[in-house]
Each structure stands twice: as C-alpha cells, then as structure tokens.
C-alpha cells in the first residue's frame, strides 16, 4: 500500500525559507508523476510543482523562480524547496503521485494526478 508523508512546514516570515519533504512508503517506480499542491480554506486546491517520468519539473506561474521541486528516487522522497517565501504561499501544502502512461505525460504538467495524497503539512508566511 503506497502512503504519502508530508513534512517541514512551519511558520515563517516573509522572505524566510522552508524545505518540504515527502516520503513515500510502499511502491512507486522513477515514471510516476507526483507535485505538490496546496489550499487555503475556502480556495480550491492548486498546483505548485511537478516532477514528470522525464525528470521535468513544472511550476505554478506564482512560484517560479521560488519554489524548486526535486526528487530522491533512492530515498523514496519528494522535496520542496521554497525560498522568499510570501504571504500568499500561506496554506496546507500537499504531496501527490500518480502513474500516467507515456501518451499522457502532459496530465503532469498539468497538475492532473490524483491516485495517491499525504495529509498535508501547514506553512505559513507573515509579513
């Protein structure tokens, strides 16, 4: 049974940093999609970040040049990397997986999966 588990969040000022880490127990090969998400009570949850079968990862325009996903596929762990953070990057932040095949690679950067989710880790930013 595959589980997602989120961690490092934390309370920061503005300008301040924060690395998340997502480790996956259980089965998930290198060609699974997985992202991070994130939802502030009542929004709708959005895409920050994905990392495709390929190694290409894909940002949120309000993250680029911020926010770095990366992978360790040894570790099984997924990672989040946020620099000068913003207030607007306050919420629950979320880890995802899904295996997509190969003609549907694009649904990763689409921030389209939606099989495998952590429960989530708080970061919040004040000014």
């Known amino acids: 049974q595959v589980q997602l588990v989120e961690s490092g969040g934390g309370s920061v000022q503005a300008g301040g940093s924060l690395r998340l880490s997502c480790v996956v127990t259980?089965?998930?090969?290198?060609?699974?999609?997985m992202g991070w998400f994130r939802q502030v009570p009542g929004k709708e949850r959005e895409g920050v970040a994905t990392?495709?079968?390929?190694?290409?990862?894909t940002y949120a325009d309000s993250v680029k040049g911020r926010f770095t996903i990366s992978r360790d596929n040894a570790d099984n762990t997924l990672y989040l990397q946020m620099n000068n953070l913003k207030p607007e990057d306050t919420g629950m932040y979320y880890c995802?997986?899904?295996?997509?095949?190969?003609?549907?690679?694009?649904?990763?950067?689409?921030?389209?999966?939606?099989?495998?989710w952590g429960q989530g880790t708080q970061v919040t930013v004040s000014s």
């Open positions: 259980g089965y998930i090969s290198s060609t699974y999609c």
């Open positions: 995802a997986a899904e295996r997509f095949h190969v003609a549907d690679n694009r649904r990763c950067m689409l921030f389209q999966l939606d099989n495998y």
């Open positions: 990392f495709d079968r390929y190694g290409a990862s």
